[in-house]
């Protein structure tokens, strides 16, 4: 059960209409890592949580916030985009240089959504759920959480440095707070993970299954060997399991492929015998 609570988490109210911004912050609405996905995610990986209740009500707890992330910024694209009517963008754009900066509202928000936020990116692509990563593992799943914050934060700093309105920045300062939070829980909750998994997923692989021979192995494909420079390079792997041990010229371990003709009915171009 959910219950919507009219006053936002934070205040949402630029100092001047914006429409171009207000096109700009669509990404972190329904962008890849905007609010729209982290909610799903967040949700969805809460609901298919099985007897883990402490982590499911923590990812329960930021997937409800995650939605009220979502109405904020959908409040602050309408106010940008209040006072700025689409006829009057039409009479500015007469002028070249006001065009060409008028030019890039999104005209969705005149067309579509009546001045309003829309579930899409910043170039119109709608939201989609693809987006979204809740496998039933949480080691997996926190780390998808971690990205998803990561990359999240990343651009709202990015779109923080592109406006001088300052009820903007003091929503993108919030938003980055909640990111800090968000990354940072998802750590903890990484290292208390992987203390009781180890830290490879999953962990109930049977060691029969792998070819632990090939467990460690850093291989050299692409030119040249700066990655045997890096530092954990001869060292213990996380796993605790073996060293990182460094392949510079890697061998085939399989025979070159030749596959059987294609049978008649598939109209393929019939092979060269000559070069079988």
Excluded: C
């Amino acid at each position: 059960m959910f219950n919507h609570k009219k006053e936002l988490q934070f205040d949402a109210k630029p100092d001047r209409p914006d429409p171009v911004f207000a096109k700009k912050l669509q990404e972190v609405i329904g962008g890849q890592y905007g609010e729209m996905s982290v909610a799903m995610q967040y949700l969805f990986q809460g609901w298919n949580t099985r007897g883990n209740e402490q982590y499911k009500d923590l990812i329960l707890d930021t997937g409800t916030e995650e939605i009220g992330h979502v109405e904020m910024l959908a409040t602050m694209v309408a106010r940008l985009l209040d006072k700025a009517p689409v006829q009057a963008q039409e009479e500015a754009a007469k002028d070249p240089v006001i065009g060409a900066v008028m030019g890039d509202m999104n005209p969705h928000h005149a067309i579509v959504s009546g001045i309003g936020a829309a579930p899409e990116n910043s170039v119109g692509v709608p939201w989609n759920a693809g987006y979204i990563v809740s496998s039933g593992n949480l080691l997996a799943d926190m780390r998808a959480n971690l990205n998803a914050e990561s990359q999240g934060r990343l651009q709202v700093a990015r779109l923080y440095e592109m406006t001088d309105d300052r009820g903007v920045k003091e929503l993108l300062s919030f938003l980055l707070a909640r990111d800090t939070m968000h990354q940072n829980q998802w750590i903890a909750a990484i290292k208390e993970l992987e203390a009781k998994e180890g830290v490879i997923v999953p962990s109930t692989v049977p060691a029969d299954w792998e070819a632990t021979e090939f467990s460690h192995q850093l291989i050299n494909f692409s030119e040249g060997n700066d990655s045997e420079k890096l530092d954990f390079v001869g060292k213990q792997a996380p796993d605790g399991a073996a060293n990182f041990e460094y392949v510079s010229n890697p061998v085939s371990h399989g025979e070159k492929p030749v596959l059987n003709p294609a049978p008649s009915y598939m109209h393929n171009t019939p092979p060269n015998e000559d070069k079988m």
